[in-house]
Nanobody
Framework: VQLVESGGGLVQPGGSLRLSCTAS????????MGWYRQAPGNECELVSRISSDGSTYYTDSVKGRFTVSRDNAENMVYQQMNSLKPEDTAKYYCAALTTEFKNGGYWLPSWGRCRSVGYWGQGTQVTVSS
């Protein structure tokens, strides 16, 4: 299993970024995909999730600003981030809840230790600052 994030960087408040995650090594279209973030000193927070059936979840602080999407033909998941705020500064991780985890009764937790469930990428840094 491999997950590779891209698209992070430095952006001014109010700006936009689009994160991408390239997935391989598992049955992508049967897996739930999530974007987590970790700010210094914090645990990991589930920012968004898109399930295998296309249903989505967003943490309250990003609703209306972030949009998660997936392309099953290309094994890609995206997170469009608009109206970025300094408090969005964090390292962002792509996570996959594959069928082996789903069949085992696991789910992507909304908060907690990073890499506790599923497969994770190495992350991409997002810094929102003027």
């Amino acid at each position: 299993v491999q997950l590779v994030e891209s698209g992070g960087g430095l952006v001014q408040p109010g700006g936009s970024l689009r994160l991408s995650c390239t997935a391989s090594g598992f049955t992508f279209d049967e897996s739930d995909m999530g974007w987590y973030r970790q700010a210094p000193g914090n645990e990991c927070e589930l920012v968004s999730r898109i399930s295998s059936d296309g249903s989505t979840y967003y943490t309250d602080s990003v609703k209306g600003r972030f949009t998660v999407s997936r392309d099953n033909a290309e094994n890609m998941v995206y997170q469009q981030m608009n109206s970025l705020k300094p408090e969005d500064t964090a390292k962002y991780y792509c996570a996959a809840l594959t069928t082996e985890f789903k069949n085992g009764g696991y789910w992507l937790p909304s908060w907690g230790r990073c890499r506790s469930v599923g497969y994770w990428g190495q992350g991409t840094q997002v810094t929102v600052s003027s």
